[in-house]
């Protein structure tokens, strides 16, 4: 007569009258010995539902592997344009009265600051002039295509000034570039823009977070 078989192991049940049960017998026994070992080991175990660990905890952990990707723990600074002297970059580039745009520098920002929230801070840029000229100085920071800051320099005054508003993050690149504008009357001469100095004031720290990101390697 012909066997049946249970729906999950595909254990054999003979039926009445059968003959040579210990063939079906012995060959079921063989398979719950198979699967109660791997049901011991949790390489074995089929995660298929949610488990409430009832406030317990799982110790003695050597790690947790994700097959595509890593934990990374980050932290950051979120400044806003301050006091506080946090860089100086020497350079030195001359304004034509009234010429064009002129780059001045470009910088990044550090990765310790925050990558996910905008930061600011104040520009400050020295500057002299080989006659006396009564054009202002406008300066421009941009991060890519996204101006971020404008400021001015007015003609009698040394120190050109510009808090930046529209925020940068971890790891942006900064340019400022420069125009001297044309005044009435107006007085050929140049400008020489130099030092430049970035100011802030702490607004915030991050806290030491774990973010998942993807591996590039």
Known sequence: MASTYTPKLNLA????GDVDWHI????????????????LKISGTTIDADKNWNGKNITNLGGIGIPTR???VGSGFVD?????????ISFTKVLEVGGDWVHLLTFSVPNDYA???????RI??????????????TVEAYV?????????????SGTITMDTTGGFRAGDT???????????????????VSNCRILSDRHTSIPLVARYVEKTW
């Open 70 to 72: 890593h934990v990374e």
């Open 80 to 88: 806003v344009p301050g006091n506080v002297l946090r860089k100086t």
């Open 24 to 39: 079906p017998i012995n060959g079921n026994w063989d398979k719950i010995d198979t699967e109660l070992d791997k049901a």
């Open 144 to 156: 890519g295509d996204k101006r971020i800051g404008t400021g001015s320099g007015a003609y009698n």
């Open 13 to 16: 049940k003979p039926a009445h």
């Open 174 to 192: 900064i340019s400022l570039r420069g125009k001297c504008l044309t005044g009435s009357p107006h007085y050929p001469g140049t400008h020489t």
């Open 124 to 137: 400050l840029l020295s500057r002299t002039t080989t006659n006396y000229v009564n054009q202002n100085i």
């Open 115 to 121: 990558n996910d929230i905008d930061s600011n801070c």
